[in-house]
Each structure stands twice: as C-alpha cells, then as structure tokens.
Nanobody
Framework: QVHLVESGGGLVQPGGSLTLSCQVSATTLNIYYMAWYRQSPENERELVAVISTSGTANYAESVKGRFTIVRNNAEKTTHLQMNNLKPEDTATYYC????????WGQGTRVTVSS
C-alpha cells in the first residue's frame, strides 16, 4: 500500500516560517491531487491546502496568503511552505491524496509559541 511520510515540523515563534515535506511511495504522483490537512486536540481535522495535477493551488481562508503548497512529481513529494505563523496554526499536519483512500501517515507536529 501507499506510505506517506511527513517531516519538517517543530517549534517556531509567532511570525516565523517553517516548511513541511511529504514523501509519497506511490508508483507515480502526477495523476493525483495532493493536499495538506491539520488536526489539533481542540479542532477536527481540516483541509489546509490542495494542489491539482496541473499545479493549481487552493487554500483554506485561515491560511490564504501565508501558506504555499508545491509538488515535485519526479521526486514524488509535496511541500507546505508556511510563513507568518500564528499560535492557532499549532497542530499535527498530514499530507494525503485529495479525495482518495490512502492510509494516513504519522503526521508532523507544528507548535507556534513564544
């Protein structure tokens, strides 16, 4: 089955930046929409960003203008570039196929605190 491995999380101060990475073990990546989600004890899992097979991106209103999702089909990776981080961005972040049925990875935790 497909394995998803997220990395890059950590502790960052408000206003700081962080880039998350996701390695996908699928045979090919370029036929799938990819997405980043986040979940915290206070909030249900929410969709953060989506990138289409052609590279078109869409974002949740709460992160629009601050986050950027990118993909590298040859490398079979997707990345989430996060700028101007806020305490409410604190969560465990997961990547996955958008609208698909791949199992969830372990996620990577992001803590925004001073």
């Amino acid at each position: 089955q497909v394995h998803l491995v997220e990395s890059g999380g950590g502790l960052v101060q408000p206003g700081g930046s962080l880039t998350l990475s996701c390695q996908v073990s699928a045979t090919t990546l370029n036929i799938y929409y990819m997405a980043w989600y986040r979940q915290s004890p206070e909030n249900e899992r929410e969709l953060v960003a989506v990138i289409s097979t052609s590279g078109t991106a869409n974002y949740a209103e709460s992160v629009k203008g601050r986050f950027t999702i990118v993909r590298n089909n040859a490398e079979k990776t997707t990345h989430l570039q996060m700028n101007n981080l806020k305490p409410e961005d604190t969560a465990t972040y997961y990547c996955n196929r958008y609208g698909g049925s791949w199992p969830w990875g372990q996620g990577t935790r992001v803590t925004v605190s001073s």
